[in-house]
């Protein structure tokens, strides 16, 4: 075996990769738990993509917000400069039907709206439609564009707690893309890791940009390749820009079509 192989298959015994003399593997079955790994992914970046969205918005003061959530939420500044407290009363319905509850802090850095700007996210009893969210959010690197603007979030010992009550660890290193119109659209690239609600660890990443509209409950197109617990690759595909809750996950030549949590 030459040096380079010997290397290669190195990184693939860390767990990265699987490593084997035959393709085999590349064709194991999709099975129920992997299926179940898949949704821990979309259900984390989901919940915490629509808390860094609804931040974004209060900040912006853009009257969008208070057509999302009704204005059944109150701000209030703290003691610290360049803070602010976002509370949301009890079963607070949004007019895009997800009840929201708890509170969040945003502290920020910089002018708003200018490319120094930044902001934390931290979670107090936080939840959307019943997922709890912890964990430390990081939006830095303002862009702007004619129609629209971007930056890049990175969140650090993330925890969601699903309605059953189980738990996803999760970390990500994302870039969002908001692109202004009828519907706002966020083009989504990066990675991440964690761990699924089966126990399950993680790494995915980004394959194609995934789309998200700001009427549709999950990401529209794109696709991710994920890896759990160092079974073979899973390429997972959102589909061509229909608004369901549907996606295609693919190994080597076996692929199926399941619906998302």
């Keep these: 075996m030459s040096n380079g192989k010997v290397w290669l298959c190195t990184l ?9 003399d035959d393709s085999e593997n590349l064709n194991e079955e999709i099975t129920p738990e992997d299926i179940s790994n898949v949704n821990s992914i979309d259900e984390s970046s989901s919940t915490f993509t629509d808390a860094i969205t609804m931040s974004k918005e209060i900040l912006s003061d853009a009257d969008i917000v208070n057509g999302r959530i009704q204005q059944c939420y109150g701000l209030s500044e703290t003691q610290t400069e360049n803070q602010i407290l976002v509370s949301f009363e009890p079963e607070c319905e949004g007019s895009d039907g997800k009840v ?50 971007g930056f890049n979030v990175v969140i650090n010992d993330g925890v969601v707690t699903c309605p059953d009550e189980k738990q996803i660890n999760y970390e990500q290193d994302f870039n969002y893309d908001f692109t202004i119109g009828e519907l706002t659209e966020i083009k989504v690239s990066g990675s991440s890791t964690g761990k699924g609600k089966e126990g399950n660890t993680y790494t995915a990443n980004i394959k194609e940009p995934l789309v998200i509209i700001s009427n549709c409950e999950h990401a529209v197109a794109g696709s991710f390749d994920a890896t759990f617990n160092g079974r073979p690759l899973v390429t997972v595909d959102y589909g061509d820009g229909s608004c369901d809750n549907k996606a295609t996950a693919s190994r080597g030549d076996l692929s199926t079509t399941f619906e998302l949590d």
């Design 12 to 20: 693939l015994f860390a767990g990265f990769w699987a490593c084997s």
């Design 100 to 149: 929201r509850s708890g509170s969040f802090l945003i502290e920020w850095s910089g002018s708003i709206e200018t490319e120094d700007f930044m902001y934390t996210l931290t979670f107090d009893g936080y939840e959307v439609d019943g997922y709890g969210i912890e964990g430390n959010i990081t939006v830095s690197g303002l862009t702007f564009k004619e129609n629209g603007f």
